[in-house]
């Protein structure tokens, strides 16, 4: 786990203090935050507020988890992005999951770590988080057949996305998933998140999930527990399970043959949820996996590997 350690301004709304601390300064009554490249460090101050970063940067398209742990803390979010990203109890304190859109540009950007106390005192710390290259790959061209050369128009694009981004936007605070997250198919992958996609209309897109190679019939796992949200066809997705796993996670399930569950159902990770398909916008019989986090579509290969509060 990596800490952040760089010079932080704290604001305290009810007294106005305005401190700095520089690395390894301990201030009583202050908001502090480790940069380490080694396990996390353990400070000890009167009444102090820890935040940790468990990453160094965060690459395009990723995920990470910052943490809060304190005295009399109810709660806080992380503004980052142009987005808010609320914290969530755990034990010991309190997580969010901060993740960067696949477009985000190369470069420093400013956080801000807003702190909520108990005595409705709100202390903020603001840093910066490095956004690295996402390695992101160009596949070779992907020939539709004619039947399905429609679903390349751009209405059709931008009605599935609002649609998308309209359920990927709710937040659940009830965390329904314990430990990490799972493959929904023992299979390898071809296309991985990210990749540049040119189509045989002359137009490009940028690959939302990843696919795997999984001919038509092959049972689909729910990667963790949830509850279903959506459970129809779509036009570019075709057939499709979206599952809200809480905490802004939810992860998605694209041209299925067959669907086995519906809107409301709980269900518990590694539980079948249909068959994989070639329904959709789909060249070939294959599964493709999204995850969202607040409503921003990360790497599934990478998440999966992020290791949890609990």
């Not at 493959?183 to 990749?195: D, E, K, R, Y």
């Not at 490009?204 to 459970?231: E, I, L, N």
Request: proline residues 5%.
């Amino acid at each position: 786990m990596a800490c952040y350690n760089d010079c932080a301004t704290i604001r305290s709304s009810s007294s106005s203090l305005k401190r700095h601390m520089s690395r390894k300064l301990l201030v009583a009554f202050a908001l502090i935050a480790v940069l380490s490249l080694g396990a996390l460090m353990h400070i000890r101050a009167r009444d102090a507020v820890i935040i940790t970063l468990n990453f160094e940067f965060l690459r395009q398209g990723t995920a990470g988890v910052i943490s809060l742990s304190g005295p009399d803390l109810v709660g806080g979010v992380v503004s980052a992005f142009e987005r808010t990203y609320p914290f969530f109890s755990v034990t010991g304190g309190f997580a969010a999951l901060l993740a960067v859109p696949m477009e985000q540009r190369i470069r420093d950007y400013p956080i801000t770590v807003t702190i909520y106390r108990a005595n409705g005192e709100t202390l903020t710390w603001e840093g910066t988080v490095k956004v690295t290259s996402g390695e992101f790959i160009r596949e070779p061209m992907f020939i539709l057949p004619s039947e399905k050369l429609h679903l390349l128009d751009m209405s059709v694009q931008e009605n599935e996305d609002a649609r998308m981004n309209s359920i990927y936007s709710v937040v659940t605070p009830e965390r329904f998933w314990e430990g990490q997250f799972s493959l929904p198919a023992n299979a390898p992958t071809t296309s991985p998140f990210g990749s540049v996609r040119d189509f045989n209309d002359g137009s490009t897109r940028r690959h939302s999930g990843c696919d795997f190679q999984v001919p038509v019939g092959t049972p689909v796992k729910a990667s963790a527990s949830g509850r279903v949200v959506y459970a129809r066809p779509l036009d570019i997705h075709g057939n499709n399970v979206i599952i809200d796993h809480g905490w802004g996670v939810l992860s998605n399930y694209s041209h299925l043959s067959q669907i086995f569950v519906v809107p409301g159902q709980i269900v518990l990770q590694g539980e079948v949820i249909g068959l994989s398909g070639n329904t959709g916008r789909s060249t070939g019989p294959h599964l493709h996996w999204e995850i969202a986090v607040n409503g921003v579509l990360v790497d599934p290969m990478d998440f999966i590997r992020l290791k949890m509060p609990t």
